[in-house]
């Protein structure tokens, strides 16, 4: 069983910046791809960005060019830097695995979700 808690939300201004972590015990990290989704108001929560565990990156077109994904096999942690922040950026911000070396944006392929963390950017 993989363990999975992000941190790292809160409330910013529309222009700041965050960065989000996410830490994973129980399993052998470096196997697999690590994502990040987000929930807005609305029913299912939406890809953002990912990291295989060989260092590939994949970002939803929404935040190409403003977030960054980054992971650390030996610590076991991944993060998510956020510049620019929108309004729309807003919602719960979850951590996701999937044991598998390649990268995927539907959410029915990750197995493992931490429980997430809010982030609010105000205009």
């Known amino acids: 069983q993989l363990q999975v808690v992000e941190s790292g939300g809160g409330s910013v201004q529309d222009g700041d910046s965050l960065t989000l972590s996410c830490t994973v015990s129980?399993?052998?990290?470096?196997?697999?791809?690590m994502a990040w989704f987000r929930q807005a108001p609305g029913p299912d929560p939406e890809f953002v960005a990912a990291a295989s565990w060989s260092g590939d990156t994949h970002f939803a077109e929404s935040v190409k060019g403003r977030f960054a994904v980054s992971r650390d096999n030996a610590k076991n942690t991944m993060s998510l830097q956020m510049q620019s922040l929108k309004p729309e950026d807003t919602g719960v911000y979850y951590c996701a695995a999937a044991y598998d070396s390649r990268i995927y944006v539907h959410r029915e392929r990750y197995r493992y979700w931490g429980q997430g963390t809010q982030v609010t950017v105000s205009s």
């Open positions: 129980g399993r052998t990290f470096s196997r697999y791809t």
